[in-house]
């Protein structure tokens, strides 16, 4: 059902709703994934700077499945970034030349982790 005329073609119409519940499904997982909407502070500063870093987050990931996914897992969500990639037991070494991220022999994603995060490391100049 739509209020637009009947003269606007049913592709013209498709396109509106399709970029309209695309939009709404970006909303829909900033809510769910990264709290967006969560405003359990009674003062407006600390729900702002939450709002401000949920934001922060949700763009750093739409960064890292931009230049680090490949095109068919581009579509991913969150819940699914954080139980692949992010949800890793690890541990940090350091020694004097470099840092090292060792990752459990036992995580199941351990292919698609490096597969993401390995074009990342060779380009970046301070690991």
Do not use: C
Not at 37 to 57: G, I, Q, W, Y
Not at 87 to 110: C, E, F, H, N, P
């Amino acid at each position: 059902m739509t209020n637009l005329s009947d003269n606007v073609s049913p592709e013209v119409l498709f396109s509106l709703y399709a970029k309209r519940g695309t939009m709404e499904n970006f909303i829909k997982e900033a809510k769910t994934g990264f709290y967006f909407d969560k405003t359990d502070s009674p003062r407006f500063l600390e729900n702002h700077v939450r709002m401000v870093m949920s934001l922060l987050a949700y763009n750093l990931i739409n960064f890292l499945k931009t230049i680090g996914f490949e095109e068919v897992n581009q579509g991913m969500t969150i819940q699914s970034i954080r139980l692949k990639l992010l949800k890793v037991a690890g541990k940090l070494v350091q020694t004097d030349r470099r840092i090292y991220l060792k990752l459990s022999s036992y995580d199941v994603y351990q292919n698609e982790f490096y597969a993401v995060f390995d074009p990342l490391r060779r380009s970046s100049q301070w690991i």
